[in-house]
Every structure is written in C-alpha cells, then in structure tokens.
C-alpha cells in the first residue's frame, strides 16, 4: 500500500508539441541562462525536423498509464499524475489540485547533478513555496536516486543485448565483426559533475553512476558474446559557450576514433534516457545515424526502457518501498539506493541557491 501518500505525481522536462510552442518552451528553458540565441535557433530546427512535436509527453503520458495499471494490479490503486518543469502540465498546477497530499514525486532521471535532480527539486519548492503562501500547503516526498535499482538495470542490461544481437545478426560474417558498445548520456558542465551528489561524498556522481553502468554493460555484453567489449562511455547534447568544459567524448568524435580503429559495428546504449526524448532522436537516431552512415559503421540504438515491463514493476516497487520507510516500516529495497531526501549540499549549481524540496534540513521547503 502507498499510505500515506494520496498520490504519484512523475515530475518530468516537459516538451513542445506542436510548432508554435516550441521556441516559447526553449525561452522558458533557457531563461536568464545565457545560452546564446544561435544555441536556442539551432535547438529550435532539431525539433521542427519533427514536426515541433517532442516525443517526451507522450512517452510520459504512456508511462503514467503504466504505472496506475501497475499500482491497480498490485491491489494498490492510486491517482498517477504527470507533471512537467517546462511545458503543461506545469508542476504548480498540478500540485495546487493535488493539496494537501502528501504527495509521491518520481523523477524521469534515475542520475544525481543539478540539471537532474536539483531542478526538480527547487522547481517543487517553489510550486510548494507558493501553495503554502496561498494557504494550501502540500506535503512532497520523492522516490531516491535510482541508478542502482535492480529492475532498472536487468531492463536496461536486457534492452542493449536485444540491440547487440540484431547488430551481430545484421551483419555478413558475425564472427568477424568488429563490434563497440558505446553507452551514451548527456553531457553537462564539468564543474556541474564535480558538483553531483553530496559534497560529502566527493561529487562527480552523475559521472560515476553513468561509467559503473557503462562499465557492466560492457561486461554483460562480453558474456554475451564471448567477445572482449571494453567499457565505453560517450556524451551527447552539449550546449552552451564553447569556453565551459562539459564532459566529453562527444558521441561524434568518439565514433571517428572508433571507425579509425576499425571498429564496423556499434551499439549505442542510450543509458542516460529512460524514454525516447528529442536528444535520442536528433543527437543520436538522426546525427549520430548520420556520421555512422558516412564512416561506414552499422549503428544499431537500444530503446530506452520507456515503459518496459520489468521496469515499471520496478519503479513500482520502488514507491511501494518509499511509502513503507514513510511509514516508518522496513524497506530493504531503498538499503542500495541514496537517501530520498537530499542533503542541502547535494548537486550545487554555480547559480544562485533556490530553495529545494525533498532536502534534509537547511533548505526545506516540505
Ligand atoms: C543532465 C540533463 C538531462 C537528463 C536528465 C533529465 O531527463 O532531466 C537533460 C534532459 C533534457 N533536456 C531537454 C531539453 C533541453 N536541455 C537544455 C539545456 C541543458 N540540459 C542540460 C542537462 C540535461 N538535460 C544542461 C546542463 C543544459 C544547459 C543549461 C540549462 O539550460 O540548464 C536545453 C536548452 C537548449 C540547449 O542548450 O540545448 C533544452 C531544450 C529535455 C527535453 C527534450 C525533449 O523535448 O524531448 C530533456 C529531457
Ligand atoms: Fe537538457
């Protein structure tokens, strides 16, 4: 059961879609934070490529479902309702009809940094912040971090050695392919990753998640295979001045160096997203497709765990686990996985300090 919470919210990015939003939707994503405007028109093409439409929602939107029918099924039913930081449904306006809750945020990043974790959060403290103002606070408590979740590294492990069978299969002489897994995230600023997770424990733990994961499903895929597959991860969507470093190798660059080593077959392991967002299908499924193209490498992409099965029932098991430890009862589920609240110098960015929900003491707002 999920007492005492009274419902789910997924608190998402949000996206455009249809074309008329989508230069509003970068505006309102990029405010007061000087990425330059040749940045946000380029931007603004990756989306018209699709008709201005993102898939996010609507990928969003299936999950949700997913979830509700997960939460019935396990004889716990409960209202599932999607919010978004940048685009309807605002996470103000569904907190509003959600008061008093207490209310069960998910994130749809399982990583810790700022633009991951901490965004959410302050973007919750305000809607909080001015609930509370108003006279109709709410209650918010999330789900931990989930990188380390079993289901949703079995689901992931299971999605790439899918995506290596049909690259080996695809092939004309499988046993002389020389195959690369590449798992890919998105990149941020380096001073952003030397700030993720708590100060205490040394920072970079955006990075350090992502290479643990790149690194086992390397291995899997060795086991797999038979073959020797190093670890290797790749970074996507970079933005910004091209002064600020930001986490490299860039996907691009790392498939030049790959073809020039020989390399004739490439999985990309889209780690970094759990469900197709404009980053897939630009930077990777159309970009990335592209330069393999011309270097002559056969790409194939994993899905993304959208709304798998053995994930859902994961994350499923996830907030059933939070509502227990809620409740003050045993939750062994959250033993390998960070705290849910986060302390007040988890993720810092270099921008002026916002209050954040879901914070363990200086810096709570609910
Ligand atoms: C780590 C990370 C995730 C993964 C975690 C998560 O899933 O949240 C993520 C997700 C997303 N990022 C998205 C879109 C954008 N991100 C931008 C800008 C930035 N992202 C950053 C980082 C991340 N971003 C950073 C450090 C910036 C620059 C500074 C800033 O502005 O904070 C910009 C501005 C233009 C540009 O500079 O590219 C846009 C339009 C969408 C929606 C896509 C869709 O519509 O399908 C999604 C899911
Ligand atoms: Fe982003």
């Keep these: ?140 408590a999330k789900v931990p971090p989930y990188a380390d979740l079993p289901a949703f590294r079995a689901a992931v492990t299971r999605l790439v050695l899918t995506a290596v069978d049909a690259a080996l299969a695809d092939h004309p002489q499988p046993d002389a392919a020389r195959l690369a897994l590449v798992s890919v995230a998105h990149s941020i600023p380096t001073v952003a990753d030397a700030a993720a997770g708590p100060a205490s424990a040394g920072g970079h733990a955006y990075s350090r998640a992502l290479n643990a994961l790149a690194s086992e499903l390397a291995e899997a895929t060795a086991r797999h295979t038979g073959r020797d597959v190093a670890p290797d991860l790749a970074w996507c969507s970079r933005s910004g001045p091209p002064q600020v470093p930001w986490l490299e190798p860039d996907i691009l660059d790392r498939l030049d160096e790959l073809a020039a080593a020989g390399v004739d077959t490439v999985v990309l392991a889209p780690i970094g997203f759990v469900s197709d967002h404009m980053e897939v299908a630009y930077d990777l499924d159309t970009e990335a497709a592209d330069r393999a193209r011309e270097l002559g490498i056969r790409l194939v992409r994993a899905a993304t765990v959208g709304i798998d099965p053995e994930y859902v029932a994961g994350l499923v098991d996830l907030a059933l686990a939070r509502a227990a430890s809620a409740r003050g009862e045993d939750a062994p589920l959250l033993a390998g996985l960070p705290p849910a609240e986060c302390p007040p110098d988890c993720c810092r960015s270099q921008r002026p300090a916002r209050p954040a929900a879901c914070a363990t003491e200086a810096g709570h707002v609910a």
């Design 1 to 140: 059961m999920l007492q005492p919470f009274t419902s789910v919210v997924l608190l998402s990015f949000g996206g455009p879609e249809a074309p008329e939003e989508v230069m509003p939707f970068l505006r309102r994503v990029t405010a007061g934070r000087g990425v330059p405007d040749e940045r946000l028109a380029e931007v603004a093409e990756h989306y018209h490529h699709f008709g201005g439409v993102s898939p996010i929602n609507a990928q969003n939107r299936a999950l949700v479902d997913a979830l509700a029918h997960e939460f019935a099924a396990r004889g716990c039913p409960i209202l599932v309702r999607l919010a978004n930081r940048n685009s309807e449904p605002y996470v103000a306006d569904v907190l509003a009809d959600l008061a008093p809750g207490p209310v069960l945020v998910l994130l749809t990043s399982p990583f810790q940094s700022y633009s991951s974790c901490r965004q959410y959060r302050e973007d919750l403290g305000l809607a909080a912040t001015a609930l509370e103002a108003a006279g109709t606070p709410v209650t918010l």
